[in-house]
């Protein structure tokens, strides 16, 4: 920014004020860096310009630059002149007690319509006075009552196709559900082979089990069928773990032939396959599951977290068959009892009843109109899928993700560098940002712009410490 851009830019925060000229300069910077007219390493006139832009005396501006020196919003460098402070923003963010918007937890976006509250609330209600709320609220079985096993085949039956119930099992969340499968096939020691970023979460689960986890080489269509095969010679396998649709952070979608192509080197090698797959039900037109295409080679998982809401605690376990479906059911009971009746049940009612699909599909809505809005204020640099939860921000090379990230933090976003998702060595300099969160279209559009304002900016040359 040119040192005369910034003296209109403050002229302009100053227009209409009414009192110490001192102070309303000082006022002028809080706005701008609020607003992000000014950003953390703008540089600021010299005193005499703007002194003769504001048409004030030398010393208004000298005793407002001091002020504003006490209030943490600028530093001066002997012979480089004045810059607007790192970490300016964050202080004011921090001080004004405006709350962080944080972009880091993939979250299905807050409907107008449908309402959950309402959907709940209804609900639970339809639910009380159809069911005693002793059952609901006893010991029950682990896999999952008949019928909320039935329902959970027809929530997916678009990506799977049909399946018995016997072979689908509910569970308290996905993580649970990985856990089960994990531990069921593998031992200490064993090697799980998975996409070369991955979802932190299978990196915790591995090292809570003892298992090692190598990434496999990806490409915009996911991981690559010969880097599996090539790992899979390297490494002696006991699993091949990924998530074909929308994957996280990459938003990579296998194409029908990637996916196929995945399966035929899984069977060369006669490895089971563990399919994560929270986000399969998300595109208008989903693709078959990997599941779908090998039923008896291919665990999948599939959390209604990112469709519906993650407080509902509900997963999906389809298993190749219902003896293996058996000792599944064995695992999750002895790591988590069993999911929770109230609301595996209220999903249960939610699919029979025709609520899940509608609030599937305003997420889907409400999702492609936050995916616009990403494209128009960040353009190519954000990789995404046209209704996925989340963006893969590419940074220029000036950008590493965890300063970029800490950058964007001192704004007053939240989002998560690259490195939190990378299997093995480092990660290039991405950042993924999770859209759903915001609370309205107008909050998002605000925090990308300031996305958007920090790409184009020069790395801060100093931090906020000492």
Request: net charge positive; hydrophobic share 45%; glycine share 8%.
């Amino acid at each position: 920014m040119t040192k005369n851009a910034a003296s209109l830019i403050l002229r302009r925060h100053m227009a209409g004020h009414a009192g110490s000229l001192y102070r309303g300069i000082v006022e002028a910077l809080e706005r701008a860096v609020e607003a992000g007219d000014l950003q953390d390493g703008d540089r600021l006139p010299p005193q005499r310009e703007l002194a003769a832009t504001l048409k004030v005396d030398l010393t208004t501006v000298t005793r407002a630059f001091n002020e504003a020196r006490h209030r943490g919003l600028i530093d001066a460098r002997v012979g480089r002149g004045s810059f607007v402070r790192s970490g300016a923003s964050g202080r004011l963010w921090r001080e004004s007690g405006r709350a962080l918007v944080d972009m880091t937890m993939n979250l299905p976006p807050p409907l107008e319509a449908p309402s959950l509250r309402a959907l709940m609330q209804e609900g639970f209600a339809s639910l009380l006075r159809r069911q005693e709320v002793g059952g609901l609220m006893s010991y029950r079985s682990t896999a999952g009552t008949p019928a909320e096993r039935a329902a959970g085949a027809a929530w997916l039956r678009p990506v799977l196709g049909t399946r018995p119930p016997e072979e689908l099992l509910v569970a308290p969340g996905a993580q649970a559900a990985l856990v089960a499968v994990a531990s069921t096939l593998l031992r200490p020691g064993d090697v799980i082979l998975a996409e070369r970023f991955a979802y932190p979460g299978l990196r915790a689960m591995a090292a809570q089990l003892g298992l090692a986890v190598v990434g496999v080489a990806m490409d915009a269509e996911g991981m690559l069928p010969e880097e599996l095969d090539r790992a899979c010679h390297a490494h002696a396998p006991k699993l091949i773990c990924c998530t074909p649709s929308i994957q996280n952070p990459t938003t990579a979608t296998m194409p029908l032939a990637r996916r196929e192509a995945v399966l035929a080197v899984a069977r060369r090698h006669d490895l089971p396959v563990l399919e994560d797959d929270p986000y399969g039900l998300l595109p208008e037109q989903p693709l078959p599951a990997l599941a779908r295409l090998d039923a008896r080679r291919v665990f999948h998982v599939a959390t209604v977290s990112k469709v519906l809401s993650p407080g509902l605690r509900t997963a999906f376990v389809a298993a190749p068959d219902a003896a293996r479906a058996e000792r599944l059911a064995a695992a999750l009971r002895a790591t988590v009892m069993m999911a929770p009746g109230l609301l595996t049940g209220l999903v249960q009612q939610w699919i029979a009843g025709g609520q899940a699909l509608e609030l599937l599909r305003g997420v889907r809505r409400e999702m492609t109109a936050r995916q616009k809005i990403a494209r128009v204020l960040l353009g190519e640099a954000a990789e995404a899928h046209p209704q996925g939860l989340h963006l893969w921000l590419r940074l220029p090379p000036r950008w590493p993700g965890a300063e970029f990230a800490a950058h964007l933090r001192r704004q007053g976003l939240a989002v998560v560098p690259g490195d939190a998702f990378a299997v093995e060595g480092e990660a290039p300099p991405r950042v993924r940002i999770a859209l759903g969160a915001a609370t309205e279209q107008e909050t998002l559009r605000h925090s990308l712009g300031i996305v958007a304002a920090a790409l184009r900016r020069d790395a801060p040359a100093y931090a906020d410490v000492v």
